[in-house]
């Protein structure tokens, strides 16, 4: 099983800064990693694929990156509706699919 | 509109079994994989399984491999997962989500709002 690790588990910042979110892979995933969003009481919702597609409406303030074992998340200008929940998820050791534990974005 | 709408939750005793349904709409159903994910309160997501669009490809993780079997029903736009020898730690929130595409390969675009079940005596 691949195992997801994401750092940090909580990040701190105001809105309008730069968050950036890690995620990285006991083994090489090659690009088949998603980013997913969670509000409270909300079910995941997809914001990038294949490190860094964004799904369909995202906006343009996030971005993915990396490949292999390493990827990040960047959000270029926090605003208050982007405070929740992220996921990563690798999809690359079909049947063994697996989501990181989470990294939640807090307000500063 | 993509819909995914879970049912079939609840309180359930140790030992016994469940069965969850989902209902789609607003895409075709049999062009897709479906997914079952599960996230326990307060904690991380866990996939517990997926199923390709014609049924022959299935996945279940490990923790619930040999307790749990997932199924659909394209011709009633349905998905399955029955639960059996339940135990407490299999207590969560758990989600309908439909892959990107056909075979199970890609990430879940759709997620239903989740039903709950809670293992307990």
């Known amino acids: 099983e691949i195992v997801m690790t994401q750092s940090p588990a909580t990040l701190s910042v105001s809105p309008g800064e730069r968050a950036t979110l890690s995620c990285r892979a006991s083994?090489?995933?090659?690009?088949?990693l998603a980013w997913y969003q969670q509000r409270p009481g909300q079910p995941p919702r997809l914001l990038i694929y294949?490190?860094?597609t964004r799904a369909t409406g995202i906006p343009a303030r996030f971005s993915g990156s990396g490949s292999g074992t390493e990827f990040t998340l960047t959000i270029s200008s926090v605003q208050s509706e982007d405070f929740a929940v992220y996921h990563c998820?690798?999809?690359?050791?079909?049947?063994?699919?697996?989501f990181g534990q989470g990294t939640r974005l807090e307000i500063k | 509109e993509v819909q995914l709408v879970e049912s079939g939750g609840g309180l359930v005793q140790p030992g016994r079994s469940l069965r969850l349904s989902c209902a789609a709409s607003?895409?075709?159903?049999?062009?897709?994989?479906m997914h079952w994910v599960r996230q326990a309160p307060g904690k991380g997501l866990e996939w517990v399984s997926g199923?390709?669009?014609?049924?022959?490809?299935?996945g279940y993780a490990d923790s619930v491999k040999g307790r749990f079997t997932i199924s659909r029903d394209n011709a009633k736009n349905s998905l399955y997962l029955q639960m059996n020898s339940l135990r407490a730690e299999d207590t969560a929130f758990y989600y309908c989500?439909?892959?990107?595409?056909?075979?199970?390969?890609?990430?879940?675009?759709?997620w239903g709002q989740g039903t709950l079940v809670t293992v307990s005596s």
């Open positions: 989500a439909k892959d990107l595409g056909t075979w199970g390969l890609q990430p879940f675009d759709y």
């Open positions: 607003g895409f075709t159903f049999d062009d897709y994989a």
């Open positions: 199923i390709n669009w014609s049924s022959r490809s299935l």
């Open positions: 083994q090489s995933v090659s690009s088949n």
């Open positions: 294949g490190a860094s």
């Open positions: 998820q690798q999809y690359h050791d079909w049947p063994l699919i697996t």
